[in-house]
């Protein structure tokens, strides 16, 4: 047991805990690569997996930002070397400031050590984990799909809640990426259309609901005008999203929202 201070307090609010959730389509890469375009929040981790990494080809500052570096993107092929990442995070922010960077392995893709990490998209990884822990084989077409147990839930839970734990808890801004699912409310006829009553992170199981805990905001990127997302902590167009602010930095809507413009708010400055 320790005193927190009010420096501790200070220390940890500079960094962005954010967990982001979308359709597809409404700039979720973008917006997590924009980090790499300002000092204060670059260089940039961007742990990829399944995500429309590809849509960063249009924008020639992405390109230019990593042939610099500050763009670093790792295709991960499963799940289990999300340890390599946190190992390698781990031990760059036990270094003191200014140390040179060791040599070998992750090390010589920084020139320093990031300040913002990426991971995208997490609906993706969560899936993959579900079918391998199930005993389905991963990259073959089946018959019959292994559905998950009781007890593979349980695992489950335990594995991305803690994984949620430990990447908030290092020194850097963390930001996780994720698909958006839908609940749909009952229809009055058989004509009327689907209607949304709301919007929430999408993963399987109590993940879906316990995994956002751990972050201090959620929020719901949503489509505006294209090259323009924003994203809303609240209500969204009257329909209820599963969102939350516990920073006390942010507005209810950002528009055209960039990493970099939500740092520079948690730490007194705009967004702009």
Not at 71 to 95: C, D, P
Not at 210 to 230: D, I
Request: hydrophobic letters at 40%; glycine letters at 8%; one cysteine or more.
């Amino acid at each position: 047991m320790k005193l927190l201070k009010q420096e501790a307090l200070f220390r940890e609010a500079q960094y962005l805990r954010l967990c982001c959730y979308g359709e597809p389509g409404s700039g979720k890469t973008w917006f997590g690569a924009s980090a790499a375009f300002d000092e204060l929040t670059a260089p940039v981790l961007y742990l990829e997996y399944r995500s429309q990494i590809a849509s960063l080809r249009s924008n020639p500052r992405y390109m230019k930002a990593m042939e610099s570096g500050s763009l670093v993107i790792l295709e991960l092929e499963e799940y289990e070397e999300l340890n390599h990442a946190y190992t390698f995070l781990l031990k760059a922010s036990q270094l003191e400031a200014g140390a040179p960077l060791p040599a070998g392995g992750l090390w010589d893709l920084f020139p320093v050590s990031p300040k913002t990490v990426i991971v995208d998209s997490i609906t993706e990884l969560q899936r993959a984990e579900v079918m391998r822990i199930a005993g389905n084989t991963a990259g073959k077409f089946v018959r019959d799909v292994e559905r998950p147990q009781i007890q593979h839930w349980g695992s489950l839970l335990n594995q991305f809640t803690l994984l949620a734990h430990l990447f908030f808890q290092l020194p850097y801004n963390i930001v996780f990426l994720g698909l958006e699912a839908v609940d749909y409310g009952p229809k009055a006829n058989l004509s009327e259309p689907d209607r949304p009553v709301g919007f929430r992170l999408a993963m399987q199981g109590q993940a879906q609901r316990q995994f956002p805990a751990y972050a201090l905001t959620v929020m719901r990127l949503t489509r505006a005008a294209r090259n323009a997302p924003y994203y809303a902590v609240g209500e969204t167009k009257g329909i209820a999203a599963k969102t939350k602010e516990q920073t006390g930095f942010f507005p209810a809507t950002i528009g055209g929202p960039t990493i970099p413009g939500m740092v520079s708010l948690l730490r007194g400055g705009t967004n702009e």
